[in-house]
């Protein structure tokens, strides 16, 4: 579902004399349909830059990024908003949303725009809010001013809304109670289930030995000659 090869990446720093930092070299990886990848490596290896360049908010210098037929590194725009409409999911460790827009139409939202009638997004956003404990009372105000882990439940409910065939996971359990963790950890178990190619990162061990199936160690893609 998920197979990248050969990826390259240099960032350059525009504001110190357009010096070229690569940070990535030759990154495969391939991820199937029900299977979950846990990127691993130490702090600045590049997991998040890989997951960035998967769901092509950076662009990779060289080599293939297949998502469901799509090769997102040399996709046209329109194309990359198609693939992110319908096939590919990405749960960020932020949430950033529209100011006042309620938190059921927040969740709702990836839904209407795959065609879902609007009774039957808002149903199952409801259910999906409920079953992470975001009391009801909350659900018709705008999550900006919700708790950190709030937040990020919110953040999963909208990504899991939707049943993306490949979904990208950054961090999902990292500020949330062990009950919740526990529910977030069954929606991804669930997700496999059902199918879905998912990579993720997980500082949290013990969540990574549960939920996936390998780890590929970025390191191993770490320039070796620096520019
Ligand atoms: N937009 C950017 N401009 C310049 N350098 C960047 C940019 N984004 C990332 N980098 C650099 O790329 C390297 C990899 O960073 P990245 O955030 O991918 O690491 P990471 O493995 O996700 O780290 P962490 O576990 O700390 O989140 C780092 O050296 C970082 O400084």
């Not at 960032?11 to 990535?24: K, S, T, W, Y």
């Not at 029900?34 to 092509?56: H, N, P, Q």
């Not at 939202?109 to 009391?135: C, D, F, H, K, S």
């Amino acid at each position: 579902m998920i197979s990248i090869e050969n990826v390259s990446k240099s960032f350059v720093l525009h504001n110190q004399g357009a010096a070229r930092i690569p940070v990535m070299e030759g990154a495969t990886l391939a991820v199937a349909r029900g299977e979950c990848v846990a990127l691993v490596g130490a702090s600045g290896a590049g997991k998040s830059t890989l997951m960035r360049m998967i769901y092509g908010n950076y662009l990779a210098a060289a080599g293939r990024i297949m998502v469901g037929g799509v090769d997102v590194a040399q996709a046209a725009p329109r194309d990359i908003i198609e693939l992110r409409r319908h096939t590919l999911g990405f749960v960020s460790q932020f949430l950033r949303v529209v100011p006042r827009v309620p938190t059921l139409a927040v969740v709702a939202e990836p839904l209407l725009a795959v065609g879902t009638e609007r009774a039957v997004a808002e149903a199952r956003a409801a259910e999906l809010l409920a079953r992470l404990n975001i009391p009801e009372r909350l659900w018709l105000l705008s999550p900006t001013t919700f708790s950190g882990g709030e937040q990020q439940r919110v953040n999963i409910a909208r990504g899991f809304a939707h049943e993306y065939p490949a979904l990208l996971l950054d961090e999902p359990t990292a500020s949330l109670d062990p009950v919740n963790r526990e529910i977030v950890l069954e929606m991804i178990a669930g997700a496999k289930a059902r199918g879905a190619a998912i990579i993720g990162i997980f500082h949290d061990a013990e969540a990574r030995m549960r939920v996936a199936e390998r780890e590929v160690d970025v390191t191993a893609f770490t320039p070796r000659v620096a520019a």
